[in-house]
């Protein structure tokens, strides 16, 4: 059987087309051994370091191809007890804003305590959630939390949140564990 010239050509260079991709991606460490580095495309500005993406601010995931805060994003029901405050449990909601990749509101914090329909600004670095001070009516507020994904399949992801609320008034604050190792923080589970 005769094989065209042409298709002759064009396999033999598709043969060398992939053995030099192949050895492209290969790195000698200066030793008698190859490591192969996988040739990977970072989404989102991200940069393909030592095999793996590095991304940049306010992204995530193997190829940068998440949004940190997306992990925030919706209705929270959220159990607490300060230090002046007895058990409550209520919902508040996250959204994403057009402020920056990183930032947040965080709508209804405090709410049994307080009044409905608080907003509060909020950012995000990685899992972590921060509040940064911020006046109230009659005080302030600050906090910060810590995102944990569920490792059960089923449960539900949840932040610990620790914060605490100021009256300048009173000059009573309300601690959730943010200046005291005795109060207990704000767990929230999404819903």
């Known amino acids: 059987m005769r094989f065209p010239f042409k298709t002759i050509t064009l396999s033999a260079f598709a043969i060398a087309l992939f053995a030099l991709t192949y050895v492209s991606c290969n ?3 200066n030793s ?7 040739c990977v495309t970072c ?9 793996t993406c590095r991304c940049p601010a306010g992204y995530e995931g193997t190829t940068c191809q998440t ?6 994003i919706g209705e929270w029901n959220v159990f ?10 209520y919902f508040i909601q996250i959204e994403e804003t057009s402020a920056s990749l990183s930032s947040v509101i965080i709508q209804n914090l405090y709410s049994p305590y307080y009044f409905s329909g608080m907003s509060l600004t909020g950012s995000i670095n990685g899992d972590s959630i921060f509040i940064p001070n911020q006046p109230l009516d009659s005080g302030y507020i600050v906090g910060k939390g810590c995102f944990h994904k569920s490792t059960f399949s089923g449960q539900p992801n949840t932040i610990s949140f ?11 604050t309300n601690d959730f564990g943010y200046s005291s190792a005795v109060d207990s923080p704000s767990v929230w589970t999404l819903e």
């Open 27 to 29: 790195k000698d460490n």
């Open 32 to 38: 008698k051994s190859t490591t192969v580095i996988k």
């Open 43 to 51: 989404a989102n500005g991200g940069s393909c370091i030592n095999d």
């Open 67 to 72: 949004l940190s805060i997306s992990k925030f």
């Open 80 to 89: 607490e007890t300060g230090s002046v405050t007895s058990n409550r449990t």
């Open 162 to 172: 620790r914060y605490q609320v100021t009256n300048t008034i009173t000059g009573i």
